[in-house]
Every structure is written in structure tokens, then in C-alpha cells.
């Protein structure tokens, strides 16, 4: 079935393209998305002034999918942009304009969630409905923080306003002058999902069963805590999992002695033998696929070889936690599977800046979303940039003149240009040269995979 509606961007030749969108679900849950082509407006002036590249701060944030019983996400996604002056070289500027963002048919949040029903209890504050917990709403204005621009905790849910559900929200972000003038735009995903599938151990009846008919999962995994920690959770309805495990996503301390959050659900379900769930069982999910970069060895569709590329397998996931490693606040770095010369420091990925001050994240998506993605919707910015979907490589998007010195990765060992230049070598001579480094199918040899950038393009 079909099941989400919606307009998205497409860069064909010189033209932009206005296209229905449709999220199609197959009998085994699996979504792919559609495109179909509705009209053509006259692409932006190459010659515009400025370069606004926008990514979410992670490739998906999920949320409880209710909050009557326990919480243990609200809604709150990030939004983070860079504004590139172009020119010889190319400028940063956070002063002089202002950025507004809003969600695409996202207007509301009536009858989308139970979440501003019990926030007062959860969190200990009055909020207006629709508004986030740190202030912002579905749309207004970014903040200038350092290098970039950022809008936090905006509570955006997985459905638009037509209720239909899609965890591939889209936000257009504008860029105006000190006369109010809109100068230049971008759309950038902003992925949210409630796919969580706690039910496939905590539903009446299951493997989680535990002899008491609660009516509710959420009450099974509550009843289980009291049973096994001595706690009274369900008289203390609803509960915050945050209040007493810490989250560092969420930036609440927990109580003294007891596990973060994080240690403590990915410990517990490595425990369970023939029982243990699969990251999609808890991370969103078939439907959703939150990873889904195209980059080749982050494993099959669905599988959860993606997750374990980088972060390991469950239990090597809740060992390393269990030995003090901080969640959220420690995660794979690029050079873990890049090599030393890739090292962003001690920054996270999220958090790092490579090329002229110009963050990993503007050139390459957010985590768990790299270009090219997987996801048609998540490729929209670098083909309205540059004309195909691999991360920003194309020296005139930022640059007025191409400087000629190739790759920004100086470790590349490409003689200068070739990012431009090695498509067209490819094409007359074959890749028996790219093999010496590359390995013999591309995927690696002593270099990276050719299909970083890449993706599956080649086998299309």
C-alpha cells in the first residue's frame, strides 16, 4: 500500500523537479519510496551568492510511541545548517541573516501524539501543545552557535497532517537578508520514528510473558522492572526511564548508582540467549531502515551487519558500556575504518569539522544517513547541489572557481582533480588501475571502497 503523499526536489540536467513521493510498503514490511515526476521549475542560478548545506544532527531519532505509561524518548529532533558565502575562498558566516526552518505538510501535532498530556509529570514542565522542550515548535527561527545554525528539541512526529505515516519528514529551511528578502533555501530530511518493537517480547503472551495480564506492553516492562529491582513503577505512572538511568541524548543525570539507560536495556537483552532481539527489534526498524547509507559493507537491507559494522554485535555493544564506555558521548570515529589520517581528535563525528571549517556532516549527512543514501528523500540536497547523490564533492558548490587541488581529503593519493577528472577515466580505460588500491571488486583493498561515494550507482 501506499501510504504518504508529498513533493520533494529532484535535479535532472538543469531543471528542478517537483515529484509526488510515496512511501510503499511490501507484505513483509519493508518500505521503498516512489517518485514520480508532476513539474519543472528553472533550476536556482548557479552564480546565487551563497550555499546553505542542512543535516540532522543523527540519521534517526525515535520516540515512545506513547507516553501515558512510561517515556522513554519525547519528541525532539535537531536541526543543524551552515551557511557558505561562496567565493576564492569560500566564507562561513553565521551574522548578517537569519535562517527560518518549517516542516513540509508537518503544521501540527493534534491527534498525533499523547505526549503534552502527561509532559508536566514526565518532565516537570508545562508546555504549550506543539511546543518542544527547549522552546521551539514545528517552525521559527535557528540559532547561530559558533560555525552554524541550529534549531534543537523540535518535536516533529512521524506523521504529517494528514495523519499518514512517514518517519522522513522533510524541513525547508530559508535564508533571509536584512530586508526580509529570501536569498537562498534548502530541504533537508529531519527523521523521526516511533517503530519500536517492544512487542514482540512484551505483549500479553509473549516471551516476556510473566503470569499478570497488565493490558498494556509498556505495563509488562514496567511489572518485569518491579519483579526484578524491587521498584514500584507501576504505582508511579508515568514513568521516565531517564529519571533514574541516565541519558546522555537527553542530557538528564539519573540517579547516583544506577546504570545509564543506555547499559542498562542493551546489557539486559544481550542476556537473553536464544531470546536476543535484533537492532531492529528496538531501533527503527523494517519499515523505517534508520540505516541506510549506500556505502558498501554496511551490510544488507534490514540486517543487522549495518549496525554491527560499527558499533559491534549486542553483547560487544553492552561490554564496552559496562567498561565505562560513555553512550552518546563516545561512538565510532572515522578513522576506525578510514585510518589515522581521517582522525577528527577527540570531536565526534557530529561534532567535527574538516575542509575549511566546513563540518563532516555538510558534505557527508548525518550519521547512519551518509550520502549516498539508500533513502531517494535523503539524496535531495546533494543532487540540487551538485548533481548526483555522493557526499558534497563538487569544489563549485562552495568555491566560485574550482581551485584545482582535488580531493578536500588530502590522504586521498589521487593526483589533483581527480574527483572531477576520474569519472571520464574510468569510462575509456576501465578500473584496472583503481584496482592496485581498491581491491579487485572496488570494495577495499588498501584504500577505501570505491563505493564510499558511490553506493550501488555502478550496479544499477
Known amino acids: 500500500m501506499y501510504v504518504v503523499g508529498a513533493l520533494v526536489l529532484v535535479l535532472i540536467g538543469h531543471t528542478l523537479v517537483f515529484s509526488d513521493v510515496a512511501v510503499k510498503t511490501d507484505r513483509n514490511g519493508v518500505s521503498t519510496v516512489n517518485i514520480t515526476s508532476a513539474k519543472t521549475v528553472t533550476q536556482q542560478s548557479s552564480g546565487t551568492a551563497y550555499t546553505l548545506i542542512g543535516w540532522n544532527d543523527l540519521g534517526m531519532h525515535c520516540i515512545s510511541p506513547r507516553f501515558k505509561e512510561m517515556s522513554i524518548l519525547p519528541p525532539y529532533n535537531n536541526l543543524m545548517v551552515q551557511v557558505i558565502q561562496k567565493g576564492d575562498p569560500p566564507k562561513i558566516i553565521t551574522a548578517g541573516v537569519t535562517l527560518e526552518y518549517s516542516i513540509i505538510n508537518n503544521t501540527t501535532v493534534k491527534r498525533k501524539t499523547d505526549f503534552w498530556q502527561y509532559v508536566k509529570q514526565l518532565f516537570g514542565v508545562a508546555l504549550p501543545q506543539g511546543t518542544g522542550l527547549t522552546g521551539n515548535g514545528l ?32 524541513a525547508i529551511v530559508n535564508m533571509k537578508d536584512t530586508h526580509e528578502k529570501v536569498i537562498a533555501s534548502t530541504e533537508v530530511v529531519i527523521p523521526v520514528s ?9 505483549a500479553n503472551g509473549g516471551i516476556a510473558a510473566i503470569g499478570i495480564n497488565t493490558g498494556t506492553l509498556e505495563g509488562n516492562i514496567l511489572t518485569l522492572h518491579d519483579l526484578k529491582n524491587g521498584t514500584k513503577l507501576m504505582a508511579s505512572r508515568p514513568v521516565l526511564c531517564a529519571g533514574c538511568h541516565s541519558d546522555n541524548a537527553l542530557g538528564i543525570a539519573g540517579k547516583p548508582g544506577v ?10 537483552h544481550a542476556s537473553l540467549g536464544a531470546n536476543t532481539p535484533g537492532c531492529y527489534d528496538c531501533h527503527p526498524g523494517p519499515k523505517t531502515q534508520c540505516s541506510r547509507s549506500a556505502i558498501d559493507g554496511m551490510g544488507p537491507v534490514g540486517n543487522d551487519s549495518q549496525c554491527e559494522t560499527c558499533h559491534g554485535t549486542l553483547q560487544q555493544l553492552a561490554d564496552s558500556l559496562s567498561k565505562g564506555r560513555n553512550p552518546w558521548l563516545e561512538e565510532p570515529s572515522c578513522e576506525q575504518c578510514h585510518g589515522a589520517k581521517y582522525s577528527t581528535g577527540n570531536n565526534l563525528y557530529r561534532n567535527s569539522t574538516g575542509h575549511g571549517g566546513v563540518r563532516c556532516s555538510a558534505c557527508h549527512n548525518s550519521p547512519h544517513a551518509w550520502w549516498p543514501s539508500r533513502n531517494a528523500l535523503d539524496n535531495t540536497q546533494p543532487i540540487k547541489l551538485q548533481g548526483s547523490a555522493g557526499p558534497i564533492g ?7 572557481t574550482n581551485p584545482g587541488n582535488g580531493s578536500p581529503h588530502d590522504a586521498s593519493g589521487h593526483p589533483a582533480r581527480w574527483r572531477d577528472q576520474h569519472g ?6 576501465g578500473t584496472t588501475s583503481c584496482q592496485t588500491c581498491h581491491g579487485a571488486n572496488l570494495t577495499g583493498g588498501t584504500g577505501p571502497s570505491c563505493y564510499s561515494c558511490h553506493g550501488n550507482e555502478w550496479n544499477n
Open 394 to 400: 563538487h569544489c563549485q558548490v562552495c568555491h566560485k
Open 424 to 429: 571520464d577515466y574510468v569510462e575509456h580505460n
Open 139 to 170: 517552525s521559527g527561527k535557528m540559532k547561530p552557535v559558533g560555525d552554524h545554525f541550529e534549531a534543537t528539541g523540535i518535536p516533529i512526529l512521524p506523521y504529517d497532517d494528514k495523519l499518514a505515516w512517514n518517519p522522513y519528514q522533510r
Open 194 to 202: 516511533d517503530e519500536l518493537h517492544c512487542e514482540k517480547c512484551h
Open 259 to 268: 546504570p545509564s539507560l543506555s547499559l542498562a536495556m542493551h546489557n539486559r
